[in-house]
């Protein structure tokens, strides 16, 4: 990752697009290169911006955030994305995931904690907060019979039982560095396990790896 990373602001409201700008000025190897107020100005803002990271809100007039997140994840090569709202229902953070987004934070979230999760997603290691894995395991638990369960556990099963393990680990919201302690394999290794594991089951981030894992059922230990 080339320095500083580059992120562009999309809020409906100036008060907090500013209020962002402001406090991210404040990191060195952060830099605002824009800021939009509605999902519709989301894709030409890409194009003519180059972020590495969009910090995207949920309620928007025109459109919002989960579909403009939809939209951006579907273009080849896209910038990483965390969705940054007030709103924290269930439906909100699964769907976000669903659509490629690599983090989701409330907007009272302290400034030390945004300006780590875009360092972070900018790194390629999805932004997975405690309270979210346990949104995730809850949404699981609550829908024993969802068809879902049977679709990843079929993707699943495409897996070499290495590549199992890492997924089942990425699930637990694990980094690159504690999967290979916990797997005795070098850093190197857990990368391209991950880059095998995004190809076969045709997924653009970690975060859908997990929710996929945990779509399975698959969020107990490894052996």
Same mark, same amino acid.
């Given at each position: 990752?080339?320095?500083?990373?580059?992120?562009?602001?999309?809020?409906?409201?100036?008060?907090?697009?500013?209020?962002?700008?402001?406090?991210?000025?404040?990191?060195?190897? &952060?830099?605002?290169?824009?800021?939009?107020?509605?999902?519709?100005?989301?894709?030409?803002?890409?194009?003519?911006?180059?972020?590495?990271?969009?910090?995207?809100?949920?309620?928007?007039?025109?459109?919002?955030?989960?579909?403009?997140?939809? +939209?951006?994840?579907?273009? +080849?090569?896209?910038?990483?994305?965390?969705?940054?709202?007030?709103?924290?229902?269930?439906?909100?953070? &699964?769907?976000?995931?669903?659509?490629?987004?690599?983090?989701?934070?409330?907007?009272?979230?302290?400034?030390?904690?945004?300006?780590?999760?875009?360092?972070?997603?900018?790194?390629?290691?999805?932004?997975?907060?405690?309270?979210?894995?346990?949104?995730?395991?809850?949404?699981?638990?609550? #829908?024993?019979?969802?068809? +879902?369960?049977?679709?990843?556990?079929?993707?699943?099963?495409?897996?070499?039982?290495?590549?199992?393990?890492?997924?089942?680990?990425?699930?637990?919201?694990?980094?690159?560095?504690?999967?290979?302690?916990?797997?005795?394999?070098?850093?190197? #290794?857990?990368?391209?396990?991950?880059?095998? &594991?995004?190809?076969?089951?045709?997924?653009?981030?970690?975060?859908?790896?997990?929710?996929?894992?945990?779509?399975?059922?698959?969020?107990?230990?490894?052996?």
């Amino acid at each position: 990752m080339d320095f500083p990373i580059r992120v562009l602001i999309v809020d409906d409201d100036a008060l907090v697009r500013a209020g962002l700008s402001m406090m991210l000025a404040g990191a060195e190897d &952060l830099a605002v290169v824009g800021d939009v107020a509605d999902g519709t100005e989301v894709i030409p803002a890409v194009n003519e911006l180059r972020p590495d990271v969009v910090l995207m809100d949920i309620r928007m007039p025109r459109m919002d955030g989960l579909a403009a997140t939809e +939209r951006l994840r579907a273009r +080849r090569e896209p910038p990483e994305i965390i969705i940054l709202t007030t709103f924290d229902s269930d439906d909100h953070i &699964l769907r976000a995931m669903r659509a490629g987004a690599s983090g989701f934070l409330l907007k009272h979230t302290p400034p030390p904690e945004i300006i780590r999760a875009i360092r972070q997603v900018a790194a390629g290691e999805p932004m997975l907060s405690p309270a979210v894995m346990r949104k995730m395991m809850s949404y699981v638990a609550d #829908t024993g019979v969802d068809p +879902r369960r049977d679709r990843a556990r079929a993707l699943l099963d495409r897996l070499s039982e290495g590549e199992r393990a890492v997924a089942a680990l990425v699930g637990r919201g694990r980094t690159n560095s504690e999967i290979g302690r916990e797997l005795s394999l070098s850093v190197a #290794t857990v990368k391209a396990y991950v880059s095998r &594991l995004l190809t076969k089951l045709e997924l653009n981030n970690r975060v859908q790896i997990a929710l996929l894992v945990h779509d399975a059922g698959l969020t107990e230990p490894t052996e």
